[in-house]
């Protein structure tokens, strides 16, 4: 799984680079934030713009981030419909996850956690 880590006001910003999010990639992604974890960051804006495909495995390791932080993460989707809304909005996961439009936007968010 290709990222993009950087630190804005407080959060750590991960971008996910591929456009998938699948069986192949979640454990990339579940070791790689696990290190950013162990390593102090707690407050997490995951950015998914450019994700074009979301399944069960990537959902997890999306769940599995926000059981190691605790609950602060946020996640970025721009509006509008597309096949990564569609599973976030179909698995009700946009009830358990604070989503937001902007990466401005979501690093407030977690700012106030």
Same mark, same amino acid.
């Given at each position: 799984m290709n990222l993009d880590i950087s630190t804005q006001d407080g959060a750590t910003v991960v971008t996910l680079l591929d456009r998938r999010l699948d069986a192949e990639g979640a454990p990339g992604l579940r070791s790689q934030i696990g290190a950013l974890v162990d390593g102090g960051a707690r407050r997490?804006?995951?950015?998914?713009?450019?994700?074009?495909?979301? $399944?069960?495995?990537?959902?997890? +390791?999306?769940?599995?981030?926000?059981?190691?932080?605790?609950? +602060?993460v946020a996640l970025v989707l721009p509006p509008g419909e597309n096949a990564v809304t569609d599973v976030i909005r179909?698995?009700?996961?946009?009830?358990?996850? $604070?989503?937001?439009?902007?990466v401005a936007e979501a690093i407030k968010r977690v700012a106030d956690v």
């Open positions: 997490l804006v995951m950015d998914l713009s450019r994700l074009r495909f979301l $399944d069960s495995s990537g959902l997890g +390791a999306l769940v599995s981030t926000l059981r190691r932080t605790g609950g +602060a179909i698995t009700r996961m946009h009830r358990v996850f $604070d989503i937001y439009p902007t």
